[in-house]
């Protein structure tokens, strides 16, 4: 059985920093892309960041230089780097692992056969 444990949300005021982490258990994690999402309240889950097996990555626009995603294949786990968080950062975060091994990054929620649970972050003004 798959499992993602997301923890690390929080409360932070904006222009702080947090690190999500994702642990997983149940497959060989180092064969899977994995991905965060997330889903501010009133709004659809969007893309955040991905990374492929091999560290390649991508990320959303609205991320881009502040967010890094990383992984930690002895672990089991990848993470994602918050900087210079803003109020409309928050939102619970998700993350995701890929249904296919050795894929590409993707952005595409279907590419992505488990979830966690999520976890809160919110970014005060």
């Known amino acids: 059985q798959v499992q993602l444990v997301e923890s690390g949300g929080g409360l932070v005021q904006a222009g702080g920093s947090l690190r999500l982490s994702c642990a997983t258990s149940?497959?060989?994690?180092?064969?899977?892309?994995m991905g965060w999402f997330r889903q501010a309240p009133g709004k659809e889950r969007e893309f955040v960041a991905a990374i492929n097996w091999s560290g390649s990555t991508d990320y959303a626009d609205s991320v881009k230089g502040r967010f890094t995603i990383s992984r930690d294949n002895a672990k089991n786990t990848v993470y994602l780097q918050m900087n210079s968080l803003k109020p409309e950062d928050t939102a619970v975060y998700y993350c995701a692992g890929a249904t296919t091994w050795y894929g590409s990054t993707s952005k595409r929620e279907r590419e992505y056969a488990y979830w966690g649970q999520g976890t809160q972050v919110t970014v005060s003004s």
């Open positions: 149940g497959r060989t994690f180092s064969r899977y892309a």
